[in-house]
């Protein structure tokens, strides 16, 4: 009986043996079976396959050039508080290194509360520290102020004063010479001796 199984079972082994290498040779022929065709997988296109070489060999570069970098300026905000301490301490450097624009005050024991402190510019020319009498006219404070940066009495009608808040510039008033400095100034501004540009207008006909 065991005999009889055995051999049952040698059969359908070689049957199946069979029927599966029947099978797979029959497969390898396109035409016997409905099979659809595997295509192969697409190669990258050239520019693909740069960019996988870079970022294979040079991470660093890759990364850097698809990022875009953004520089950020500095913001400008001012601390009322610390524009406020420079400034005073500003003043106080002012008022202890100025010198009278008028010579005769040189030994002058005026209190610095009747004097107007203030700097002066020329181009071209050292920026100077002064203080005058707060009763001081702007016509005589120009006279004193020429000399003082040595222009000749005959060249002094090509000039003009004008007052800015800082040395930079930026924003300039006009002076009435018939009227004290000191009222058209506040300490520590700066006083501008600029070419007159209305004297090189051509005459009227």
């Known amino acids: 009986m065991s005999k009889i199984l055995l051999r049952r ?10 029927l599966l ?31 996988a070489l ?15 970098s953004v520089k950020r300026q500095p913001g400008k905000s001012a601390d009322p508080k610390k524009t406020a301490a420079l400034r005073k301490l500003e003043l106080m450097k002012l008022r202890q290194q100025a010198e009278p624009l008028d010579p005769r005050n040189l030994k002058s024991t005026l209190p610095p509360d009747k004097r107007r402190f203030f700097k002066a510019k020329m181009d071209g020319r050292p920026i100077k520290d002064f203080w005058v009498e707060k009763n001081l006219l702007t016509g005589k404070a120009f006279d004193l102020l020429v000399t003082h940066f040595g222009i000749p009495t005959v060249e002094t009608n090509k000039y003009q004063l004008h007052i800015s808040a800082d040395e930079q510039e930026e924003e300039k008033r006009s002076l009435e010479y018939d009227k004290p400095l000191a009222d058209q100034m506040e300490d520590g501004e700066v006083l501008l001796i600029s070419p007159d540009t209305s004297s090189n207008l051509p005459a009227a006909i």
């Not at 079972?9 to 069979?18: G, P, S």
């Open 21 to 51: 290498t029947d099978v797979q040779v029959r497969h390898r022929e396109s035409a016997s079976h409905n099979c659809s065709p595997i295509e192969p997988p697409s190669q990258p296109t050239k520019n693909e396959a740069a960019r």
């Open 54 to 68: 870079l970022a294979k060999n040079f991470p660093s570069t890759s990364n850097a050039t698809s990022k875009t």
């Open 9 to 18: 079972v040698h059969l359908y082994i070689f049957r199946n043996d069979y």
